[in-house]
């Protein structure tokens, strides 16, 4: 697969993509019908680039790729009455919120599938503020390779000042020559047993090429979010004061990353503050960095006037949410989690439905990873607890893969980033570290990889809080 992108094979943005994208302005915090946001999923079609001839065929949620910017102000209800007009049953997940379970969106554990042509209604009050997304949780390797994904945004009542509050979701498709999604290649198992399904061509809020209008002296809040099925996004941006304020939608306290450099695994999110400076008219790339090359997958295109001559001084941290109160004891539930399989990972047999099976017979049931020698939803949870117990989740990554770990429903911190709460942690191969947090949302919640295709073929299970 050769990577299709950088500045030359970047195309514009045609019509319909521009469109799509223009929902995503930003909307004041707090509007008033924020309480109440209808969201469908369909089928459709948008253009990506200008040469091409036939539009692309996607799965889309309000006919926008991505998905409508959903905001909603910190503690207050949103009723988002969801319908589905795809031909095939679907369910949205509201990733990295500590909401009720019921709410959860994990079709048939905590939700039926929502059948085509059907309605089921989210309702919500999301206790932290932050940057968060959505996604739909069933066959979500096909789903969301088409499209159906979208950020969200929990508003502070009294967020540091900024000029200009941005969301960055970026997105990795796979397209055949026809600028068609890659259908052929949905059940690869080479992806599978790989690093997943790596696409080729990289969308920054559904456009190439995407320009962010700025004016020097500005300070921008620009949020993060890596809505790709498997692709690690290691992104360089060439910002000397740029500080990260939040990780997985929590405030930290701000630092600057090393070199201007963001690494951002399927599915998390990373706020940063950014006082901007630069020449009048010009323009300065934002690249990622795919092997030895980097490639301009948007720009911050400088106004003609500046803003302020001086940059803001004031501090720029955010305000804590209820999380950041948590307090982890000395004393943790432990539960180990080896992660094995995987090409190169030597694993030779694993349980699936309650048979061992060997590696061959697996692989032909699409199955090639596993959680602690069982190979996708167990009957029984990894552990069962009452509210309030803290847990240490002792991840042994032990093959030869990076994975996205997510936990439904919870925040934990990783083992040595003390401070800083996650919903999502990147394993590089062979690491070993603890994820540790409170088992505080009672119901029943997924723990597995971020990686569509990894989590496709077994890299799942889940625990209950009772
Ligand atoms: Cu964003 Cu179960 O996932
Ligand atoms: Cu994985």
Redesign the pocket.
Known sequence: MTFNTGRRAFLKAGAAGLAAAALYRPARAGTKDSSRFALAAGQGEVIFSEEQENPTRVMYYNQSIPGPLIRVPQGSEIVIPFHNGLDEPTTV?W?GLRIANAMDG?ADMTQPPVPPGQDFEYRFTPPDAGTYWY?T?MRSWAQMAYGLAGVLIVDEPNPPPVDQDLVFAIDDWRFDRQMQIDEKSFRSMHDWSHGGRLGNFITVNGETEKVFAVASGERIRLRLVNIANSRIMNLLFGEPRMQVVAIDGQPLEPFAPEDGRIRLAP?QRVDLIIDIAGDPGTRRPIEIVVGEYAYEIAFFEFAREPRRETPLQDPVRLPDNPLNRTRLPDEFKRVPLVMQGGAMGGMRAATWQGREMDIRELVQNGKVWAFNGIVGMPEAPLFSVARGTPISLDVDNDNAWPHAM?V?GHHFVHEGSPGIWRDTALFERGEKASLRFVADNPGKW?I?C?MAEHMAAGMLTWFEVT
């Open positions: 997940h990733h994990v996604h949780h599915g997510h439904h997924l597995h971020h």
